[in-house]
């Protein structure tokens, strides 16, 4: 229900755009977001974008993990604080 | 920027260590933690993440699918207004085949009522727009990640002849309830996702605050899932200080979406509302502000139902499954007289359900029932 899909803005046309995923191409809302730009990543609920997707954040998130697995079974250095 | 970034968070190699990892951690005690997102659930039964748990650790499901805790009088109402010849209803596919307490609107559609699956709000305010000699209702059922699109299609200023019905809730005070004894011993929680992009971490700060217990905001792939449970397993045993922690910063932030809240805050109040099969929780639905009750459809139209509504049939445990009381697998009904095809339950009829999800990812080997 709560599903979302990380689809990328190709055309903006005020609050309207077109975002492509997979081959998908599907018109959206952009009401519930500020500052969105063209080539932005992010997050389609039911026909509206409802938050960016931070590229930044991922690749930190993806180097943590990969430090688990380099790391292996023992010294995890994982920061989680929120 | 390319979305590789986005594909390497599905790199089997490091859920699999993960996973090791995470196996190889021993409890000295039994412990139960619950998550509360049907999406979660898929993730959980796709992945086969419940097969390397440590021993001792029980993950279950509480009540995130918004279409098994939408009661069946809410049902029986759309149901009514189906049966009225100049309305059309617009809901979410998966509220279609929901048993009500005498029919369902798959059931309607067949007698010859006029209802229509829609993906968006949107969907119906354009249906509504382009026939205007019918009163279109389109029935608003989700959580705070639904609700900001459906107020935002609100503001927008749709046609003099769209509805709501509205049947909205609100995932934090839900937890609260389980808290404070709605439940078995829950000793941490793994966060929707998609919830907290609206309400950010901030809107579970109580958790730690008033209830000293973790809860994690977790993603979608097997990594996000097996970090939650890593972390809350960290917390719980009491190396790391109990907390609320955003493993999802890819997507969610400290204070939410706050356009997303607004908007929901300027159509909606909150108010007490039914759960299916658990009962009224104080705070925990949204129903219209007195601005906006024009589009109130119960009121507009004057729906009412005569029977006493049947929230959970003879035999069915989607009740205590909803709470995290009951597996699936323990219903005698589960797999046999209520499956996919023929659901007894709310929770076999949604793809969010958690059993529909537990039978979609059931061991292909698994035996009959003796």
């Known amino acids: 229900m709560c599903l979302g899909i990380p689809m990328k803005i190709v055309e903006m046309d005020g609050q309207e755009a077109v975002a492509i995923a997979g081959g998908i191409r599907k018109r959206i809302r952009l009401d519930l977001l500020d500052g969105v730009q063209m080539g932005d990543f992010v997050l389609i609920h039911t026909g509206y974008a409802i938050e960016k997707l931070d590229a930044e954040e991922a690749r930190e998130t993806l180097e943590l993990i990969k430090q688990v697995y380099r790391a292996g079974m023992t010294g995890e250095t994982e920061e989680t604080t929120s | 920027m390319t979305d590789s970034f986005l594909e390497e968070f ?9 996973a090791e990892s995470i196996s190889a951690i021993t409890l000295d005690r039994p412990v139960t933690v619950m998550h509360v997102c049907g999406t979660h659930e898929h993730a959980i039964g796709r992945a086969g993440i419940r097969a390397v748990l440590p021993k001792g650790l029980r993950l279950v499901a509480g009540p995130g699918c918004p279409v098994c805790v939408c009661p069946a009088r809410d049902i029986d109402l759309a149901v009514a207004a189906a049966r009225i010849d100049d309305v059309t209803v617009t809901t979410f596919g998966d509220m279609f085949r929901v048993p009500s307490t005498t029919s369902s609107l798959e059931e309607e559609k067949a007698s010859g009522g006029d209802v229509r699956v829609v993906y968006s709000p949107l969907d119906a305010v354009e249906f509504a727009r382009k026939h205007p000699e019918r009163r279109v209702i389109f029935i608003a059922v989700g959580f705070e ?4 699109p459906i107020a935002a299609s609100l503001l927008a200023g749709p046609p003099e002849n769209f509805f709501i019905l509205p049947s909205l809730r609100i995932i934090p005070p839900a937890l609260t309830f389980l808290l404070e004894g709605g439940a078995g011993p829950v000793e941490g929680f793994i966060l929707p996702g998609h919830v907290s992009t609206v309400i950010g971490v901030d809107g579970y700060r109580f958790l730690d605050e008033i209830f000293h217990v973790p809860g994690v905001i977790a993603g979608f792939e097997p990594v996000d899932v097996l ?3 890593r972390e809350l397993l960290a917390q719980i045993g009491g190396e790391k200080k109990s907390s609320v922690v955003n493993l999802y910063r890819r ?16 159509v909606f109040r909150v108010d007490d509302v039914e759960w299916r099969g658990i009962g009224t929780i104080p705070n925990s639905g949204l129903v219209l502000r007195s601005e906006f009750e024009r589009i109130d459809a119960v009121k507009h139209l004057g729906l009412t139902v005569d029977t006493e509504p049947v929230d959970i049939r003879p035999g069915c445990l ?17 797999g046999e007289a209520c499956t996919p095809r023929r659901p007894h339950g709310p929770c076999m009829v949604s793809s969010e359900g958690t059993c529909r999800a537990r039978y979609q990812y059931r061991p292909v080997n698994q035996k009959p029932r003796e």
Do not use: Y
């Open chain 2, 10 to 18: 599905k790199d089997p190699k490091l859920a699999k260590r993960l």
């Open chain 2, 145 to 148: 990640t639904t609700a900001a």
């Open chain 2, 227 to 229: 970090r939650a449970v």
């Open chain 2, 251 to 266: 997507v969610v932030n400290e204070e939410g979406n706050r356009k997303a809240q607004d908007a929901i805050a300027k």
């Open chain 2, 318 to 334: 989607c009740h205590k499954v909803i709470l995290g009381e009951s597996e699936p697998e323990e219903c005698k009904l589960f």
